[in-house]
């Protein structure tokens, strides 16, 4: 189901290549609103969708291989334009009569690739070496352009009706089109980065040959959304676990907008938040807060000590955490008595299926909230984020009128501090972290890096050590600084920080935090290292 009926959009086709949801994004930012389907949705059900246009994805398989992802032929004859990148390029050729081949080495990374502006696709692209292209190739549209490749399998004879129109040293059919058909291959990845004009390739594709009006705009998904919770929730009430994250506090933002004191938000404050976090959802939900809506603030910090208490055992850990949650809020829900609607923060990257496989969309439990709570007397459950990626799920923040700093909060793990608490977590271990976490975000954002690292916190060890402060002899912990550079959070490097910045940090953990002698930074990527450390 699209967002809204009349929301024009265009099909992503996931054959299961790593860059699914990025051709997604990459579509959503020239404002087209666009879905992910598995390669085995029916034709029927795709036909039934009128998209305005449809993208076929990369993937890991060979297409003349047996059993490997495929598609209808009618999926070309649906009189919407298609775009096939990688996988999709070849299953393309394959499919209409063209031939695919395994070349004898792969083409992989940043690729100069030569195309031929004259195709709608590269409209506009300029030659990166600041030449004439049609100066130099005597009245000609070829232009150098810079590509991501990655890929062993070639178009070695282009299907019927098909003209190549780009191709790299190597490979003779980077790009091809038949233009009666509004059919488009490419070989290389428009929707990565390393493709320097691959942003305008895909507005080519879906603005200018899918003929897309570009409607797809944060405010207007704000503004309509909001209408079609009000006209679901009606007079009903509505209960929310808000967490304090991105996803739960836009989608209380957005509610708090729809149906106002209809809403009930239950903060369980599990004490194991980052300094001051909690108080901080409360600025912004509370009664003195910018959202009319029920507020319910539980501070369950000692029952949740109390439970860790001898623990130290990382999934233990979890578990109780994540089981004290459900317990606390089933509690308030019960106080509450029934409601109407259950929200939920699901976003776009929960449902999306990963990769090949699934059959129709997966939903994952909510990290934060671990299953789908059955013990709350509720009629039906509300996602309204569920087709926005966490980019829009901020920008809808902004629009809502969130602080930033809620906004743009760095991913937390639903056990909070509680597993960057190495060993037992006991109330002044937690403290610890929580003020030393404090400094390093401090200085961190004092020295204005240019680019953040996309997570940074503190941990605690379970180790102590001797130092000297003074005169005197010190027997305390160590804590560990990590921050790293990851793009999904699967695989990360610890961050290149300034050593000015990780010093300024040391001096003034271990000046101002009782309990820490010895400060460390962790250097370990993921693998073989996790991002966290439990
Ligand atoms: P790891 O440590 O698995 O972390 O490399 C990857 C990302 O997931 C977050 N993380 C969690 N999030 N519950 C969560 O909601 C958890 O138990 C959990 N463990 C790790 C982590 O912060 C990082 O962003």
Not at 289 to 313: K, P, T
Request: hydrophobic content about 40%; proline content about 4%; overall charge negative.
């Amino acid at each position: 189901m699209p967002v809204t009926q009349s929301e024009e959009k265009v099909i992503v086709i996931d054959f299961g290549g790593q860059y699914n949801q990025l051709v997604a994004r990459r579509v959503r930012e020239c404002n087209v609103y666009c879905e992910i389907y598995s390669y085995k949705t029916p034709i029927e059900q795709i036909r039934a969708m009128g998209a305005k246009g449809i993208i076929l994805t990369g993937g890991p398989n060979s297409c003349y291989e047996e059993g490997a992802p495929s598609a209808s032929p009618e999926l070309f004859n649906l009189g919407v334009p298609v775009l096939g990148l990688c996988y999709g390029a070849q299953l393309m050729a394959h499919v209409l009569g063209g031939k695919v081949e395994r070349a004898s080495a792969r083409e992989y990374g940043k690729t100069e690739v030569f195309v031929d502006t004259s195709s709608p696709l590269f409209t506009g692209i300029t030659d990166r070496r600041g030449t004439d292209p049609t100066a130099e190739s005597g009245g000609g549209h070829e232009v150098s352009t810079i590509c991501w490749m990655s890929h062993f399998d070639y178009i070695s004879k282009l299907a019927p009706g098909f003209e190549a129109v780009a191709h790299t040293d190597n490979c003779p059919v980077a790009a091809a089109q038949d233009l009666s058909r509004d059919l488009y291959a490419i070989q290389f990845h428009p929707e990565v980065l390393h493709t320097m004009e691959g942003s305008r390739m895909l507005h080519n594709f879906v603005r200018n040959i899918c003929g897309c009006a570009g409607t797809w705009r944060m405010d207007s998904f704000v503004e309509k959304t909001i209408e079609e919770v009000r006209a679901k929730v009606g007079s009903g009430k509505v209960l929310l676990a808000l967490s304090g994250g991105v996803d739960s506090s836009v989608l209380a933002a957005l509610l708090a907008k729809a149906v106002g004191k209809q809403l009930t938000c239950v903060f369980v404050d599990h004490g194991l938040m980052r300094k001051n976090e909690g108080d901080e959802v409360e600025a912004v939900f509370g009664e003195k807060g910018s959202f009319d809506v029920n507020f319910i603030r539980v501070n369950a910090g000692e029952r949740y000590f109390a439970r860790l208490a001898g623990v130290e055992e990382p999934e233990r850990k979890r578990k109780i955490i994540g089981e004290e949650f459900i317990r606390v809020f089933e509690e308030e829900a019960r106080k509450i008595g029934a409601v109407d609607f259950l929200a939920q923060g699901t976003i776009y990257p929960d449902v999306v299926e990963s990769g090949l496989g699934g059959e129709s969309a997966v939903i994952k439990s909510h990290h934060n909230v671990g299953g789908l709570p059955d013990y709350v007397d509720f009629k039906e459950i509300i996602e309204p984020l569920k087709y926005l990626f966490k980019d829009e799920v901020r920008k809808a923040g902004l629009e809502l009128g969130l602080p930033d700093y809620l906004v743009y909060r760095q991913p937390f793990p639903g056990p909070g501090l509680g597993i960057r608490v190495i060993g037992e977590v006991t109330p002044d271990r937690v403290r610890i972290v929580q003020d030393a976490d404090y400094i390093y975000r401090e200085e961190i954002a004092k020295a204005g890096l240019e680019k953040l690292p996309d997570q940074y916190f503190v941990a605690l060890t379970n180790t102590r050590s001797v130092g000297v402060m003074g005169d005197e002899r010190t027997y305390d912990y160590a804590v560990v600084l990590r921050a790293v550079d990851t793009v999904d959070f699967m695989t990360a490097e610890a961050s290149n920080l300034p050593y000015e910045v990780l010093q300024k940090v040391m001096s003034r953990i271990i000046n101002e935090v009782r309990g820490v002698n010895r400060v460390f930074y962790d250097l370990t990527s993921k693998p073989p290292g996790t991002v966290e450390m439990e």
